[in-house]
């Protein structure tokens, strides 16, 4: 996480917030409860240094997507722009949604290829997290998400 990054809830932050839908980790959540769209991701790590790697926290957070990057501020990390990370997580996904759906993943997998940054992959497979959820069935959809979401981090 770069320490400078500012980052403000999504909508599904919002909504795990609100209705526990997600069930957040316990110790993620007082974490997300205090992102506020102002704060900088090392007065973060000051704050709940007794979580241990809040860093690590918060690239969870955002992976998951609970959190995004602030309007006008440094993106969270790097590594957006770092093509070797990209394909990999491209493949992996690709993979994995093959492996679990069949041909039914193909029209996923065209749009997950066809990603150019990290940032864009992450984007389009949170604005497809519900279906996929639906279509993977509950184990699955969470053995994805722990494998993909370090990837996209």
């Not at 909504?15 to 316990?26: F, G, P, S, Y």
């Not at 790590?45 to 790697?53: S, T, W």
């Not at 990390?77 to 039914?104: H, M, Q, V, W, Y």
């Amino acid at each position: 996480m770069n320490p400078e990054s500012v980052l403000e809830k999504t909508t599904k932050g919002l909504e795990e917030i609100e209705t526990r839908k997600h069930k957040l980790d316990a110790k993620l959540r007082p974490l997300l409860i205090s992102i506020n769209g102002k704060d900088k991701a090392s007065e973060l790590a000051g704050k709940f240094a007794v979580l241990g790697d809040v860093n690590a926290l918060l690239d969870d957070l955002l992976a998951q997507g609970f959190v995004k990057a602030a309007a006008g501020g440094p993106p969270p990390t790097a590594a957006g722009n770092d093509p070797a990370k990209l394909k990999r997580a491209i493949t992996e996904a690709s993979r994995f949604l093959s492996e679990s759906l069949g041909p039914g993943a193909d029209p996923l997998n065209v749009k997950i290829e066809a990603a150019k940054s990290l940032d864009e992959l992450n984007t389009y497979l949170d604005s497809r997290r519900d279906a996929l959820d639906t279509a993977l069935g509950k184990t699955k959809a969470a053995q994805f998400w722990q494998k993909i979401g370090p990837l996209l981090g």
